[in-house]
Structures are given as structure tokens and as C-alpha cells.
């Protein structure tokens, strides 16, 4: 799949990154990784986006009351790095999110942020 393979290269290009996967969030399983995981270890890490990004999905705190609206991102801080999850949204069931791992010293956040909403679009047309 040559969209994913780039996706990923593209995700790895993001200062600061030190790994990168998209995961089908309904199952964990990540579809495609690259670079290192979170206690070496990319099932554990697939899974566990999953967990996280049904537990925002499912959760009516985190739903807005507007008609329509959809999660952007979620992130979550360390003291040595931050997890962006980025879901992908597509016409037909949007089961994939793309997950980067960025380190804290090396890495924008912002600019992390804006590259991710790109590769995501970008993995849905191609």
C-alpha cells in the first residue's frame, strides 16, 4: 500500500518523531508501524490507542452537542513526549487512526499537530 507507506515516511519526517503507525481502532490492530514504540512494543501501543480513542468517542464528556461534529485529535502529554492520535475520517466507516509519538525536547507540537490533520486527508486520497 503504497499511501500508507509514505503516510508513514511522512510521519517520520515530523520533528521530532520516534515512531508512527495507523491502527483500525475498532479492533487494535495496527494496520501498518514504523520506528519505535512505547516499551518496544506496536501491538501494545495499537492496542491501546484503540482503548483510548473508543473511551473519547464513547463518552459523552468528550461529545460536542453540535450536529455534525467530529474529533479532530486527541493528545496526550509526558514529561518526555507527547502521543498525538489523529482518526481518519473516510465516507465509508472511518476505523483508522494515524498515532505519532513525538519526543518533548525535538518536537512542536503545533507543527506536529498540522502535519498529522495533512496526512490523514492526504491517506484518504490516495
Not at 490507542?49 to 452537542?65: D, I, K, P
Request: hydrophobic share 45%; proline share 5%; net charge negative.
Amino acid at each position: 500500500m503504497p499511501g500508507v507507506d509514505n503516510c508513514l515516511r511522512e510521519a517520520m519526517a515530523i520533528p521530532g518523531a520516534i515512531g508512527a503507525g495507523i491502527v483500525d481502532y475498532t479492533t487494535g490492530f495496527p494496520v501498518a508501524t514504523t520506528g519505535a514504540a512505547p516499551n518496544s512494543d506496536h501491538h501494545a501501543t495499537a492496542a491501546g490507542t484503540a482503548e483510548v480513542l473508543q473511551a473519547a468517542n464513547s463518552r459523552s464528556l468528550f461529545v460536542s452537542a453540535v450536529p455534525n461534529d467530529l474529533l479532530e485529535d486527541l493528545i496526550i502529554t509526558t514529561a518526555v513526549g507527547y502521543h498525538l492520535l489523529c482518526p481518519v475520517q473516510t465516507d465509508f466507516d472511518s476505523r483508522l487512526v494515524l498515532y505519532v509519538w513525538l519526543d518533548r525536547l525535538h518536537g512542536n507540537l503545533a507543527v506536529a499537530r498540522r502535519r498529522m490533520q495533512r496526512l490523514a486527508y492526504d491517506l484518504v486520497a490516495t
